[in-house]
Structures are given as structure tokens and as C-alpha cells.
């Protein structure tokens, strides 16, 4: 299993092995580009593949898998009948396997991402819907008889909660070792919490339910808040990810359809039904950019690209499209192996200077608060230090290519946070900030 040390002694002194990743090779806002593909008559699930920056969609009437290049909107892959009612999708880097729930034929199969080919497929004792990562590279699954947690090499199942509804969310923390569980039973929300290293510890539930349909479910970076959104005013709950109380609320109104939380978990977007996302700093409080959208999403549309830079909306007419949520953006893989070569692709003002930043964990840090909209968000972390790792000039077209070999020598997984900053131009000094994302380093165990 893949453990980090939580020492800040120990991460600053990993981070240091990260430094090569960004030798160069060679505005805030959002923008108008979106690229979209009809046809998926019925949700099932959405699911990003953090390697090849792509978003899956799988159409639960038809079976139907899409693959889209979450960058530009492109189609990758159209599977047009994996299986009967798909319920759930979940990427698994280590080994390198997109998981797909086919809930009619009670089977979990398992397909190459890069080819999008069937590995295999394996018969549950019941149909399975939502997934998540577990401990171990294990898996965590809502069935129609309960949350059970799954070994794919062993094929051994354990069951941790015996009735769950069977569209219920599902996540699990960086390390995979907790698990929350959000179900809706007679209009009312509950939430679980599992451990998921010692699997025979009792689960904990919420003590008061919320009201509404559960439409959202996010972790925080550090494990501590759970963001619970459901249709029914304030719409956004937050809860102590250990004890499972309400400690605060973005009230958004009635009509909440989706949330996704970025991978430092400073920024969370959402929709209420129209076509417009908007978003939030959620510490220190700040309004945050909106993102306009072809079509409304249905209900769970969303999804969040791990660069923090892409986002895919699938929306109540069965069209999903993808977006971009600032102009000056950083896209590279989330996930790579040690020794890996890494490719980071920037795009800002043309002929403008940039910086790239690196630290070890994430942080908020205002730099201006205005615009009151979407001030200057900083957050690579301040307290545990961060870096200047590259510099460059955009080219005519704004563009820069930054690539190098991922660093080797880590005994563990390492996350890793990048942001890039920009001078408005030679004469005008105000930096802008693109998307923060994180992007981890494997453990020995995925090599």
C-alpha cells in the first residue's frame, strides 16, 4: 500500500527530488471554448482518467463508453455497448485500469485506458453502481446489497455496510484509507464513514440527515471537511469528515445538480440547473470565477478534470461537452511513474513572462481581493515553502512546452502542487494565476 509520511520534515525533503520535472523544453477568466458529442440518452457515470487528461462518460440505457480529450473536446474512443447499465467508472493508476460498473449484468469489468479493449470482467455476487479507490489498490463498491470493499487480484469481498441505496455516492481520501458514503432514503441524506484499512471497524453514520436528494460528494485535500451537496436548500453542506457534523453551509438555494471540488481542494464549482457553473474559494471565503456553459447539466454532471483546468458537463439533453475554466492554463498528467518523462503544457498571454511554482501541499494565499469575483489566488503553500522551478516567455500564440523526466528515488507516493503566474505584460507588472493542480508521483509499488 502506498503510505506517505505527513511530517513536513520529510515532505519538504521529498519535494526536493521533484525539482527537475520542470526544465523547459523550449488571465485569470474563462473561456468560450467548448467541444461536445450528442447521444448519451441516460446518466450513468463520469470519471477522468488523470494520465491522458480525458474525461469518461458511460450511458447507463445503452452500455455506451465515450472518451473525450478533456483539452479540446476531441472524440478519443465510442464503445458503443461495453455492457448493459453502466453504474459506475473509476480510473485505478497503478494499474493502470479504467473499472466499469455493469450494473445489469451484475459484472465489474475492467478496460485498457489506452485502447479502451476489455481486460476482463467478473461476476459480483450483486450488481454494482458507484466505485472508489480503497487501500491497497482495492476497490470500493455501492452493490444492490450493501457497500462491499473488493480485492481485484484476490477477488475476495468483504461487506461493510449491508443496505445502502443503490445510487448512492462514493469517495475515499488521498491515501484510500477512509471512506464516506452518501445515500438518499425517503427525500432524507445520510452519510457513512468507512475505514478502509481495517475493514472489520464498524462504519459511523451521520447522526442528522440532510434534507434533499445527494447530488455532490468531495473530500478536502487534508481529510478534514466532506462536501455534501443535495437539491434542497442551503444545497452545499459541509461536514467534520470524522464525525460526520455539520459544520458550515454555501447556501446556492434549491436546485443543486452537481459539485466538484479541485485537487487542492481550495476551489469548488457547482451548478443549480442553468447554464452557467459557478464557483467558490472555500478558505478564505471568496467568490470565484463562473464558467458558461452550452446546456445545463443534469443531475451528477459534472466532473472536474484533475488539472483543475478542464471541466465536462453532461447535460439534461444527453450532450456531453467540455470547457475551460481560466485562459491562463496549466495542463499536464496528474499521475506519473518514477522516471517517467513528464510533458507540461502552458497557455497565456502571448510574448508574456511566466513562473512555474512548485510546493509540497497546497495553500490559500490572496494576493489581491479584487476583483471581488475572482481575486488572485495563490495556492501552492506558504508554510511549507515554494519554489520558482521554471521561467519562460509564451510564444507569439501563447504557448510553452515544458518537459523532463519524473524523478526517481522515492520509497512512496509523493503529491506535488504546480501553478503557473504571469506578468500582464512588459509594462504592466500584476501577476495573473493559472489553475493549481497536483500532480503525484507513484510509489515503487506501481513501477
Known amino acids: 500500500m502506498h503510505r506517505r509520511s505527513h511530517g513536513r520534515f520529510d515532505r519538504r525533503s521529498m519535494l526536493l527530488l521533484a525539482l527537475p520535472l520542470a526544465l523547459p523544453a523550449c488571465g485569470n477568466g474563462t473561456s468560450n471554448r467548448a467541444r461536445s458529442i450528442g447521444g448519451l440518452a441516460d446518466f450513468g457515470a463520469l470519471a477522468t482518467d488523470p494520465e491522458r487528461n480525458r474525461f469518461c462518460a458511460g450511458d447507463a440505457a445503452s452500455g455506451r463508453l465515450v472518451v473525450l480529450d478533456a483539452a479540446d473536446g476531441q472524440l478519443q474512443f465510442d464503445v458503443p455497448s461495453a455492457g448493459q447499465s453502466v453504474g459506475g467508472l473509476l480510473y485505478e493508476a497503478c494499474s493502470r485500469s479504467l473499472y466499469v460498473s455493469i450494473s445489469a449484468r451484475g459484472r465489474l469489468s475492467t478496460f485498457d485506458p489506452v485502447t479502451m479493449i476489455e481486460r476482463s470482467s467478473i461476476r459480483l455476487p450483486s450488481a454494482p453502481f458507484a466505485l472508489a479507490e480503497a487501500a491497497e ?11 462491499v470493499h473488493f480485492d481485484p487480484v484476490s477477488r475476495s469481498l468483504t461487506t461493510l455496510l449491508p443496505t445502502i441505496a443503490r445510487d448512492a455516492l462514493v469517495v475515499s481520501d488521498r491515501d484510500s484509507e477512509v471512506g464516506w458514503v452518501a445515500e438518499t432514503v425517503a427525500g432524507a441524506t445520510t452519510v457513512h464513514r468507512l475505514d478502509l484499512v481495517n475493514l472489520t471497524t464498524p462504519p459511523t453514520s451521520s447522526a442528522v440527515s440532510l434534507a434533499g436528494e445527494v447530488v455532490g460528494l468531495a473530500v478536502s485535500w487534508d481529510s478534514s471537511r466532506l462536501y455534501v451537496g443535495t ?23 434549491d436546485g443543486l445538480t452537481s459539485l466538484a471540488l479541485n485537487s487542492t481542494g481550495l476551489r469548488l464549482f457547482w451548478s443549480t440547473g442553468g447554464p452557467l457553473v459557478e464557483s467558490v474559494i472555500v478558505e478564505p471565503p471568496f467568490v470565484g470565477p463562473t464558467v458558461a456553459l452550452l446546456e445545463g447539466p443534469r443531475p451528477r454532471g459534472l466532473e472536474l478534470a484533475p488539472n483543475g483546468q478542464d471541466l465536462a458537463c453532461w447535460s439534461d439533453l444527453g450532450v456531453l461537452a467540455t470547457y475551460d475554466v481560466r485562459t491562463l492554463s496549466l495542463r499536464a498528467p496528474a499521475v506519473l511513474r518514477q522516471g517517467e518523462t513528464g510533458t507540461m503544457e502552458l497557455h497565456g498571454e502571448p510574448k508574456g513572462a511566466y513562473l512555474v511554482l512548485l510546493s509540497s501541499e497546497p495553500g490559500a494565499f490572496i494576493l489581491d481581493p479584487r476583483p471581488v469575483d475572482d481575486p488572485r489566488l495563490v495556492e501552492t503553500s506558504l508554510t511549507a515553502g515554494f519554489q520558482v522551478v521554471a521561467s519562460g516567455t509564451f510564444d507569439a500564440n501563447g504557448d510553452a512546452v515544458l518537459t523532463d523526466v519524473a524523478p526517481t528515488g522515492a520509497n512512496e507516493a509523493l503529491d506535488t502542487v504546480w501553478q503557473v503566474a504571469q506578468a500582464k505584460s512588459a509594462t504592466n507588472p500584476r501577476l495573473t494565476l493559472s489553475n493549481a493542480m497536483v500532480i503525484r508521483f507513484l510509489g515503487p509499488e506501481c513501477q
Not at 489498490?137 to 457497500?147: C, D, E, P, Y
Not at 434542497?232 to 455539520?246: C, K, N, Q, R, S
Open 137 to 147: 489498490h482495492t476497490l470500493l463498491i455501492v452493490t444492490a446489497n450493501g457497500v
Open 231 to 253: 437539491n434542497v436548500a442551503p444545497g452545499i453542506h459541509i461536514l467534520d469528515a470524522a464525525t460526520l457534523a455539520e459544520v458550515d453551509a454555501i447556501d446556492v438555494g
